[in-house]
């Protein structure tokens, strides 16, 4: 798959998960953290004050109405930048940069893009070259995140 | 113009200024900031403990060598997404919400494309057609940034 395939197909999958402001864009979101606080509870951890969110929780938040957005936007950007690859790097570190405060395990950015095409396909509809697709892009997305924390001195993997 | 041009134009226009780690990627973002801080010096009240900040200041600077590779990104974003109107809004509001804490002069968001622009031209090689390209990527920015600024009771232009 090359990366303008890559990037095709990350694209098509979020068509119906667009960003905006909207009802279903702003649902598109936050149905993220619901999926993700759902399926994945002990990493509520990262998510003072939220530790113990249920779905019904997020849903009803306007933090992670707002954080969903910003999530979302991540991914869409990651999608459509892919076929520029210093560009695609450099926004990766600049996402490990944000999140430095947050002293994540570094083992969650590989991670994340098996919670992501988890709710991208909660509702049936991700094609498996899309997963496939996806995953390529978080290999990618993994090896210059911890190539940079490696690179800042930070714990890595 | 259509989008797809001025998308087009914009990154061609940035093929020398490329994010990255090396020293010429470096540059290429501090050098905003060189340009920046000697043409429009009232604006360096913007940059808390750098208001009286030189070229040379800006040059030795680790915080404007971080700062330079985050604007060059952002500008890299904006260009690599212009064809995808939601999410340039999107990018554009999230952007907005960023700046929020510094209290921004709200016309500054059209002003910078002005700003980017000379900076670009700087060594004589933005050719006329890039330039309104990006003019035309910063009216649609602006656009969004005071619908968005509005709609968050924020002062807008």
């Known amino acids: 798959m090359n990366r303008s395939e890559v990037r095709q197909l990350c694209m098509t999958s979020?068509?119906?998960?667009?960003?905006?402001?909207g009802p279903e864009n702003l649902q598109a979101g936050?149905?993220?953290?619901?999926?993700?606080?759902?399926?994945f509870p002990d990493l509520r951890v990262y998510f003072k004050g939220a530790e113990k969110y249920t779905a019904e929780d997020v849903r009803k938040s306007e933090r992670f109405e707002k954080q969903g957005q910003r999530i979302l936007l991540a991914c869409h950007l990651l999608a459509n930048i892919f076929e520029n690859p210093e560009v695609f790097k450099?926004?990766?570190?600049?996402?490990?940069?944000?999140?430095?405060?947050?002293?994540?395990?570094?083992?969650?950015?590989?991670?994340?893009?098996?919670?992501?095409?988890?709710?991208?396909?909660e509702n049936g509809s991700l094609k498996s070259e899309e997963k496939e697709a996806w995953l390529e892009?978080?290999?990618?997305?993994?090896?210059?995140?911890?190539?940079?924390?490696?690179n800042s001195n930070l714990p890595h993997v």
Chains 1, 2 share one sequence.
């Open 14 to 21: 979020l068509a119906q998960k667009m960003v905006g402001t």
């Open 137 to 150: 892009l978080g290999k990618e997305f993994n090896e210059e995140a911890q190539k940079h924390l490696k």
């Open 90 to 121: 450099a926004y990766v570190r600049e996402t490990i940069n944000r999140h430095r405060i947050y002293k994540m395990d570094p083992a969650l950015w590989s991670a994340f893009f098996q919670v992501w095409t988890g709710y991208l396909a």
């Open 30 to 39: 936050r149905g993220f953290y619901e999926y993700f606080f759902t399926n």
